[in-house]
């Protein structure tokens, strides 16, 4: 069964200043997502990453992956306000089979950007 | 926009009632999920349909029913419901469930349901 863990859980940054979320996964899977979640509204997709060694930016926002080490991370440059949301990993698929399509979801990490 | 549109936004509803949820994708794609977004749990995956066919049902309660009628619709039947039903059910599709088929899963708003 695969299951996905983040950390931290809970994060309060300073604007401007640099941090990692990391997410484990516990067996094989062929893609891993980011989605970010404000309150009261639904998930937006923030990077998808395929294969080892991708790694994607997307403004202050960089994924990548590390299938070998089952690890994910999301590294934040020079936070902004704006940034304060819920970002959540995801994994997807498995071995094959009908339960390609599901996304395995972390617990999601609350990032606080204060000034 | 996300091309993912549910209904209603938020429900109320008593522990005796009947409700539906409706989701509708614009998107083109073959594949439609609900999931359930409790507090203080990851989200949990529900149902799976591909091309119409339930492909998987993840030990949800029979109080949840759900529906496809076509792969551009998807309903979630509710009905004697407990209060820790109460969450967030995201409705979300992609284009199919193949390997490569180029995935991305996008999510609607989500319906708030409140049970009483």
């Known amino acids: 069964e695969l299951k996905v863990e983040q950390n931290p859980l809970f994060l309060s940054m300073q604007e401007g200043k640099n941090y990692t979320i990391y997410c484990n996964y516990s067996t094989t899977s062929d893609r891993l997502y980011w989605y970010r979640q404000d309150p009261g509204k639904s998930l937006e997709s923030l990077f998808v990453?395929?294969?080892?060694?991708a790694v994607k930016q997307e403004g202050r926002l960089m994924a990548s992956l590390d299938t070998k080490a089952r690890l994910s991370t999301l590294h934040i440059t020079a936070a902004v306000h704006d940034l304060s949301a819920t970002y959540f990993c995801a994994a997807q698929g498995g071995a094959g089979g009908t339960s390609y399509g599901k996304l395995t979801f972390g617990q999601g990490t609350i990032l606080t950007v204060h000034p | 926009e996300t091309g993912v549109t549910q209904t209603p936004r938020h429900l109320v509803m008593g522990m005796t009632n009947k409700k539906s949820l409706k989701c509708e994708q614009h998107?083109?794609?073959?594949?439609m999920y609900w999931y359930k977004q409790s507090a203080k749990k990851p989200l949990e995956l529900m149902f799976v349909?591909?091309?119409?066919?339930?492909?998987e049902n993840n030990s949800v309660p029979s109080r949840f029913s759900p529906e496809c009628p076509n792969s551009s619709h998807l309903f979630l039947h509710l009905h004697t419901l407990q209060p820790e039903d109460s969450a967030l059910y995201l409705c979300?599709?992609?284009?199919?469930?193949?390997?490569?088929?180029?995935?991305?899963?996008?999510f609607g708003e989500g319906s708030w349901l409140t049970v009483v």
């Open positions: 990453l395929l294969s080892n060694g």
């Open positions: 979300a599709s992609s284009q199919g469930l193949e390997r490569g088929s180029g995935n991305t899963i996008y």
């Open positions: 998107l083109g794609h073959n594949a």
């Open positions: 349909y591909n091309f119409k066919e339930q492909t």
